[in-house]
DNA sequence: CCCACATCTGCACGCATGTTCATATGTTAG
DNA sequence: CTAACATATGAACATGCGTGCAGATGTGGG
C-alpha cells in the first residue's frame, strides 16, 4: 500500500476475490491481531455495555448516586424494573458491577474505575472530534 | 436507599407502577444524567463502533498498520471490502478514522489516540476482571 | 406457616444492525 | 474515448439483542 508496493499483489485460492496491495504489510497486521475469543470478549464486553443507551444511564446513575437498589435505578433512568434488572444481570457477568445484598435489597455500585475512564475518553472524543 | 430512607417512597401518577426508596437521591442522579442526545451519541459512538468484532479488527489493524487502503483492510480482516467499506463510512463519520485519497486508492488510519486509549482500558477491565 | 416484597430469570417478540448483492461514482491507462 | 480499477453506496435480508410478560426465587413480617 506504500509508494515502493507492487501493486496488485493478488493471493488466494480465488484470485480475484481476494485482493490486496502489501502483502508483507497484511500479514503483519494479520499476526497482531488479538485471538478471535479477545475480539469478542472486547466487543461484548464492556464497549457492548456502554453501547447501549439504557444501560449508559443505569452506569451513569451509579457514578453520582454510588451505590443504588433496582427500583432506584430503575426510577432514575425511567426503565422498567425488570429491564433494570436484566440489564443489571449483564453488568455483572461483565463484572461492570458489584452487587450487595442486605435482606431483600440489592444494591448495585461500579466495580471500579474503568466505566468512568471509558467514558472519559469517550467525551475527549466526542468533544474533540470536530477539529 | 441508605439507612435513614423512608423505604417505599411510592410516586407517579400510577403509583404501584413507580417505585423508589430513596427519592432525593433518584432525583439528585436524575439531573445529572446528560440530555438524551448526548447519551445516543456515547452509545452510538465509539462505544457503538467498537462494540463489532469486525470494526475492531479494522481498527486493531490500523493501530498495527498504521495507513491502509480499503482492499488491504478487508485481506487483514478477512472482511469482504463492501463490508469493509460499509464499516469505514460509520467510522469515518464518526470521525474515528480519515482517510487520504491517492487516485483511485483510499487509504484510511485512525484519526486520533483515543480508540488506543479505548482499548487500553478495555483489557486491564478484562485482565483484571477475575478478581 | 402464609403473605408481601424485591429482585432474578426464562421465553419470545419486535426492532436494530451488519453483511450481501448489485450498482454507482470517481480515477486512471491505453 | 472505452475499459479497468478501487471504492462508495443503497436496498434488503438474516441475525442479534433489549424489553415485556410471566413466573421463580429469596428475604422478612405477622
Redesign the interface.
Known amino acids: 500500500?506504500n509508494m515502493r508496493a507492487d501493486v496488485g499483489d493478488v493471493?488466494g485460492l480465488d484470485a480475484c476475490e481476494?485482493?490486496?496491495?502489501?502483502g508483507p504489510?497484511?500479514r503483519?497486521?494479520?499476526e497482531?491481531?488479538?485471538a478471535?475469543e479477545?475480539?469478542?470478549?472486547?466487543?461484548?464486553?464492556?464497549?457492548?455495555l456502554?453501547?447501549?443507551?439504557n444501560r449508559?444511564?443505569l452506569l451513569?446513575?451509579l457514578l453520582?448516586?454510588g451505590?443504588?437498589?433496582v427500583?432506584?435505578l430503575?426510577?432514575?433512568?425511567g426503565m422498567s424494573?425488570s429491564a433494570t434488572s436484566h440489564a443489571l444481570r449483564l453488568l455483572r457477568a461483565?463484572?461492570?458491577v458489584k452487587v450487595r445484598r442486605d435482606g431483600r435489597?440489592a444494591?448495585y455500585s461500579l466495580k471500579?474505575g474503568?466505566v468512568r475512564?471509558?467514558?472519559d475518553?469517550?467525551?475527549?472524543?466526542?468533544r474533540?472530534?470536530?477539529e
Do not use: W
Open positions: 500500500m493471493v481476494l485482493r490486496m496491495v502489501d504489510r497484511v503483519r497486521v494479520q497482531t491481531l488479538p478471535p479477545l475480539i469478542e470478549e472486547l466487543a461484548n464486553g464492556v464497549f457492548g456502554l453501547a447501549d443507551r449508559l444511564r451513569m446513575s453520582e448516586g451505590e443504588l437498589c427500583c432506584d430503575a426510577a432514575s433512568t424494573e461483565h463484572r461492570v435489597m444494591y471500579d474503568h475512564l471509558l467514558l475518553v469517550a467525551l475527549e472524543h466526542l474533540h472530534g470536530d
